[in-house]
């Protein structure tokens, strides 16, 4: 049987966790806290995060790095991330030549502005690293909804262990090689998700969200083919179908925290009412400043800075937006 070393104990870590335990893996899940642990393992559930699942026989929880990591066949990091950086340098004294990390986070370094894949490698370069993203929601995954995603690695040997590893009755993988395409998508369809909330807040309806989406997806393909990702990769399910989800869903943290700041919410306390990480608030300023440096348009996610960081009026935001300077859909010049 695989054992398999969860890294990171929150809501999405806690559901990959139970999918692979019921699945027939052998699962030891990290949390960065003795005491959490430690209560993950009398509880036997995750009641801050995932109350109400039950965990299979086949987790066991801890604390120690090198117990977590030992015998396993794969680490997957769930950590925030912010804090996947810290939790990679805590992994790297347990890693050999080979040994591979699935990344299954979603965001962008604050202040460097790397993927999680190159933070990752920057502190563990011996390891081989593949990166998973898709339209998942932790509380579905948890309760077996049928979910797909699609794992990205340079090696494709790679990917597709780790598609054999994840694959079952409800949990379809993909393999792709788009590394960068797929942690893009993942990382900035949370900034379109804050905006999709804030739509709702402020009492719009779908014509405005299915506009934000669509012209979303456009500015994250932008980016991504000026950094050198593909674009068919954000035609895919990192990245319009990531963005569906996290747009329209309740269980979605940015638009539930995107609402709160378009009723008029101060972004502390928003944050502080959704009590779990909102990562599309730390890649609203990555994302910002990636644009600036590749000198991309990105009019949506620049408007979402000036609201989270500037204190702009959300409805003014709005307003900046729709009077722009008219605009072709299409980039091409052979538009007719």
Known sequence: MDQIAVIGSGSWGTAIAVMLARHGKRVRLWSWK????????QDRENKEYLPGIAFPEEIVCSSDMEECLKGSRLAVLASPSHAVRQTAKTMAPFFQDGGKILIISKGLEEGSLLTLSQVVLSEIPAATVAVMSGPS???????SMPTTNVVASRCRKTAEEIQDIFMNDVFRVYTHNDVLGVELGGAIKNVIALCAGV??????????KAALMTRGIAEIARLGVAMGAKRETFSGLS?????????????????RAGILIGKGMPLSEALDQVHMVVEGVKT???AYELAQKYHVNMPIVSEAYHVLFEGKSPKKAVMDLMLRE???E??????W
């Open 34 to 41: 003795q005491e959490e642990a430690q209560r993950l393992a």
């Open 137 to 143: 929601h932790a509380e579905e995954v948890a309760v």
């Open 199 to 208: 739509a709702d807040g402020l009492g719009f309806g779908d014509n405005s």
């Open 239 to 255: 990245g319009i179908g990531d963005l569906i989800v996290t747009c329209t869903s309740m269980h979605s943290r940015n638009r």
């Open 284 to 286: 609203t300023s990555a």
């Open 326 to 328: 008219k605009k072709r």
């Open 330 to 335: 299409s980039e091409s010049d052979e538009l």
